[in-house]
């Protein structure tokens, strides 16, 4: 299914500016912002560019893919000309849009636009065993990694802390790891969970649970 809608995808993407590319002698770079290396955002992108380099003779297209902090840095950089394109959470193109949450300072932003919609994005905790925690207010003064700034999953983090009634000083300490050394710092000790938002299956979530037992606390009830 992933294969085929990143399929999907690199159609979409070139021929939206099939017509500008081929009219060009020279081959057209297009700059693709994904998320960390081991995240689904950064396979997709690589997907979708690799689509459109194979037909890159007939349309004039190369297409490159770009690790970045994820979504709100990925809209950011788009919106700054620094970008042609990047994969970004519903939630957060929504809020620049319109001007709203983290992108209330700028006001709204009616340029911006979507070319397609992927897959869904689970709020995912992943848990130590040796933590014994079975909810979110569970974590109440342990070492909690929400991400890096720039990404929708620190933004869904605190949205999800605050809806529970808690706090960010609730904590003993709020890590800002990457994606890609999370699933380590949880085995080895260094912090006690670790909050994603993303869609599965996804390597360091796996990980974390095969290699060091870690468990996916389940999110349910009215408070959620």
Do not use: W
Not at 56 to 73: D, I, K, N, Y
Not at 105 to 134: C, D, M, W, Y
């Amino acid at each position: 299914m992933r294969r085929l809608l990143s399929y999907c995808l690199a159609i979409t993407l070139s021929a939206g500016i099939l017509g500008q590319a081929a009219a060009q002698q020279h081959p057209r770079f297009i700059t693709v912002g994904t998320g960390g290396v081991t995240g689904v955002y950064y396979s997709v992108g690589g997907a979708i560019c690799q689509l459109v380099n194979q037909q890159r003779a007939h349309h004039g297209l190369r297409c490159s893919v770009e690790a970045t902090p994820a979504s709100q840095f990925n809209l950011e950089a788009v919106l700054r000309g620094d970008m042609d394109f990047g994969l970004a959470q519903s939630g957060l193109q929504h809020a620049a849009y319109n001007g709203s949450g983290v992108f209330t300072t700028n006001g709204p932003r009616r340029n911006l636009r979507s070319l397609f919609s992927l897959h869904r994005e689970l709020v995912t905790i992943v848990t130590s065993k040796q933590s014994n925690a079975r909810r979110v207010e569970d974590l109440r003064g342990k070492r909690f990694n929400i991400g890096i700034e720039g990404s929708g999953t620190r933004i869904g983090a605190i949205a999800l802390i605050r809806q529970l009634g808690m706090r960010e000083s609730d904590f003993g300490a709020l890590a800002a790891l990457k994606p890609d050394a999370q699933a380590d710092a949880l085995c080895a000790g260094q912090i006690d969970a670790f909050f994603y938002m993303i869609g599965h299956p996804v390597q360091n979530v796996s990980d974390a649970v095969t290699k060091c037992h870690g468990r996916i606390l389940q999110l349910a009830g009215p408070s959620v």
